[in-house]
């Protein structure tokens, strides 16, 4: 966590208010590439969201976990394991920047939405999912699921694929595809 977006992320008892985000998305308009229409991509952990957005050719797609920590919609622990109610008071916080930032023309990739309809969800089959999830966690694991809970990755999976109508992917690069073209 040693890029800028990460420094300085509140402790989780901080009473937050809104402010103007300007200089946060100057600056990430310099390292991303942003565009007429604006998108979200929605997947669980380990789906391969950081990684397609790591091994980008041209930096379109911006991990929605930078976004939300350049923007400080997130607080400076492990909050993923918070009860559900407080879980959801952190989506909540993220939606209202996936939504400014889809206005601004960001491409957005992530796990973060209580009620932002995605563009697309990534959901590959209940076996490979594990799999990804395994081999996250023994290689670059920076939080999220965890292959040992095969029950909580089914709900998380459950939850995840919660919007009606919105087209499901087994991979990013597929969900990229249909919304790049």
Known sequence: MDKWYYENLYSEET???FSGGT????QLKEEY???EKGYFIYGPSGVG????VEHQKEKNWIDGDVLWSAAKAFPNTD???F???EIDAVERRTDVITEQAKKLGFWIIGASSVNVVPDAIVMPDLE??????????KHNYDGGMKGDNLEKIKRNREYYLRFSGVPVFTSVCDAVSYLEH
């Open 79 to 81: 909050w993923w394991n």
């Open 33 to 35: 590439k942003i565009h």
């Open 15 to 17: 009473p937050l208010v």
């Open 83 to 85: 009860s559900g109610e």
């Open 23 to 26: 200089e946060i998305y100057n």
């Open 49 to 52: 969201k950081t990684y397609f």
């Open 128 to 137: 490979m999912h594990v799999k990804y999830i395994k081999y996250r966690e």
